[in-house]
């Protein structure tokens, strides 16, 4: 027997890491992603209530799979017509509800194509996917998109509803329809790993299984779709964000900022993997969009002995570049921390100052823990307090917010 209070945070976990393969699984075989959802769900309250007395299983993703497609089964029998094609697939199913369960790569991937379906404005595409997908939460979506959280809520109801209404199919799309959604899959792809890498929420800095199926998929896509740059593009620039893994959590799992990491344990592998691949973006010679020029200024970092031996005055063009292609107050104030290591933290200070009088990153932790390292090193002390601890206040990571702290007790 499990004690209860053991199942919660193994359960939770699981889901963290299996979610969406779980889901991506039942939506296969019911070709409905709204009822695949509704029943992953069931069989997460199932184990709720059965694993503390009967023990958790060996495979518990399989576990839940297997609930998930026998609450399939006992919805299309409660249905007063069924007809013989749900008669089939639910004997089909019953016959195969105890085979191992095995994560099929592209289950997942077809969930996330069918959730960027074109009838879904693009936003909610996105916040659609990395809910049921990454299993993100309303909240860490939100964060994701700067927006609050209400708006991501408003989202996902209404993209499950119009997926419904048009009877849009939970499978791959023709090859023709593939450029049409790669846009949205990207995105999605590319936020999915960017809470890996810099976790929004929870006790964790990173959560590398999420920046790893990222990757994952990403390959996968750029396998589908060879000819299109920037699909090799953000494959690169997570290859070269993943290289740094190994040295930016010590061992209790505290953060190892950038300048004070042991840059031999870098993959050097995984760099050179990230490399060729941006060569091949490149090589498609129709220049570098958004991940380009994100994966080329990871690139500056791989490629630099030290921080200080960075090349930042052309990181710094390179995130103008991507400010005049794809406008954003995060690439802003990352200008502005690269500009601080080119020219010093005064001009730097000027685009934070900016950034804040538009309102720009309201809510956010990073806009005043930029601005309180930059007042620091101008010898601003008490204003670098005030603007840490409002940073600190609202940090949502528990170890992003320690970092934050120690800055301030620091001064």
């Given at each position: 027997m499990t004690p209860a209070s053991d199942v919660r945070p193994t359960l939770d976990a699981v889901w963290r890491i299996e979610g969406g393969r779980i889901v991506a699984t039942l939506a296969a075989a019911c070709g409905d992603l709204a009822l695949a959802e509704d029943l992953a769900q069931e069989a997460f309250v199932e184990a709720l209530r059965s694993w503390p007395d009967g023990g958790m299983p060996d495979n518990p993703g399989a576990?839940?799979?297997?609930?998930?497609?026998?609450?399939?089964?006992?919805?299309?029998?409660?249905?007063?017509?069924?007809?013989?094609?749900?008669?089939a697939m639910a004997a089909e199913l019953e016959e195969h509800a105890e085979d191992r369960w095995e994560p099929i790569d592209d289950d997942v991937l077809r969930l996330v194509f069918t959730a960027c379906h074109p009838v879904l404005s693009k936003e909610?595409?996105?916040?659609?996917?990395?809910?049921?997908?990454?299993?993100l939460s309303t909240e860490e979506i939100a964060r994701l998109f700067v927006v609050p959280v209400a708006t991501v809520q408003q989202r996902i109801v209404r993209a499950k509803k119009t997926l419904g209404a048009a009877a849009v199919p939970f499978e791959t799309p023709e090859p023709s329809e593939w450029r049409a959604r790669l846009s949205a899959v990207l995105g999605v792809v590319y936020l999915v790993y960017t809470e890996g890498y810099s976790a929004t929420t929870g006790d964790r800095w990173m959560r590398v299984e999420l920046a790893d199926e990222a990757l994952r998929l990403g390959r996968m896509v750029a396998g589908l779709?060879?000819?299109?740059?920037?699909?090799?593009?953000?494959?690169?620039?997570?290859?070269?964000?993943?290289?740094?893994?190994?040295?930016?959590?010590?061992?209790?799992?505290?953060?190892?900022?950038?300048?004070?990491?042991?840059?031999?344990r870098w993959d050097r592998a995984q760099i050179e993997r990230g490399r060729a691949a941006l060569r091949r973006a490149d090589a498609l010679g129709r220049g570098r969009g958004a991940y380009g020029l994100q994966?080329?200024?990871?690139?500056?970092?791989?490629?630099?002995?030290?921080?200080?031996?960075?090349?930042?005055?052309?990181?710094?063009?390179?995130?103008?570049?991507?400010?005049?292609?794809?406008p954003n107050p995060v690439v802003d104030l990352n200008r502005a921390v690269a500009v601080s290591r080119a020219t010093g933290p005064a001009s730097a200070l000027l685009i934070v100052d900016r950034l804040a009088g538009d309102g720009a990153l309201r809510g956010s932790?990073?806009?005043?823990?930029?601005?309180g390292e930059l007042l620091a090193q101008l010898g601003r002390t008490e204003e670098a307090r005030s603007e840490l601890a409002t940073a600190a206040t609202?940090?949502?990571?528990?170890?992003?917010?320690?970092?934050?702290?120690?800055?301030?007790?620091?001064?």
């Amino acid at each position: 027997m499990t004690p209860a209070s053991d199942v919660r945070p193994t359960l939770d976990a699981v889901w963290r890491i299996e979610g969406g393969r779980i889901v991506a699984t039942l939506a296969a075989a019911c070709g409905d992603l709204a009822l695949a959802e509704d029943l992953a769900q069931e069989a997460f309250v199932e184990a709720l209530r059965s694993w503390p007395d009967g023990g958790m299983p060996d495979n518990p993703g399989a576990w839940l799979t297997t609930v998930g497609k026998r609450r399939l089964i006992d919805t299309w029998r409660r249905r007063e017509r069924l007809d013989e094609r749900h008669r089939a697939m639910a004997a089909e199913l019953e016959e195969h509800a105890e085979d191992r369960w095995e994560p099929i790569d592209d289950d997942v991937l077809r969930l996330v194509f069918t959730a960027c379906h074109p009838v879904l404005s693009k936003e909610a595409q996105i916040a659609l996917t990395l809910r049921v997908v990454a299993g993100l939460s309303t909240e860490e979506i939100a964060r994701l998109f700067v927006v609050p959280v209400a708006t991501v809520q408003q989202r996902i109801v209404r993209a499950k509803k119009t997926l419904g209404a048009a009877a849009v199919p939970f499978e791959t799309p023709e090859p023709s329809e593939w450029r049409a959604r790669l846009s949205a899959v990207l995105g999605v792809v590319y936020l999915v790993y960017t809470e890996g890498y810099s976790a929004t929420t929870g006790d964790r800095w990173m959560r590398v299984e999420l920046a790893d199926e990222a990757l994952r998929l990403g390959r996968m896509v750029a396998g589908l779709l060879p000819r299109e740059p920037e699909a090799h593009a953000l494959v690169a620039l997570m290859e070269l964000q993943s290289s740094r893994f190994p040295a930016r959590t010590a061992a209790d799992g505290s953060p190892i900022l950038l300048d004070d990491q042991d840059r031999t344990r870098w993959d050097r592998a995984q760099i050179e993997r990230g490399r060729a691949a941006l060569r091949r973006a490149d090589a498609l010679g129709r220049g570098r969009g958004a991940y380009g020029l994100q994966a080329a200024i990871a690139e500056c970092h791989a490629m630099a002995p030290s921080a200080d031996e960075t090349d930042w005055e052309r990181i710094v063009l390179l995130y103008e570049a991507l400010g005049r292609l794809a406008p954003n107050p995060v690439v802003d104030l990352n200008r502005a921390v690269a500009v601080s290591r080119a020219t010093g933290p005064a001009s730097a200070l000027l685009i934070v100052d900016r950034l804040a009088g538009d309102g720009a990153l309201r809510g956010s932790h990073l806009l005043p823990s930029v601005r309180g390292e930059l007042l620091a090193q101008l010898g601003r002390t008490e204003e670098a307090r005030s603007e840490l601890a409002t940073a600190a206040t609202l940090a949502q990571n528990a170890r992003t917010r320690a970092v934050l702290e120690a800055k301030l007790a620091a001064l």
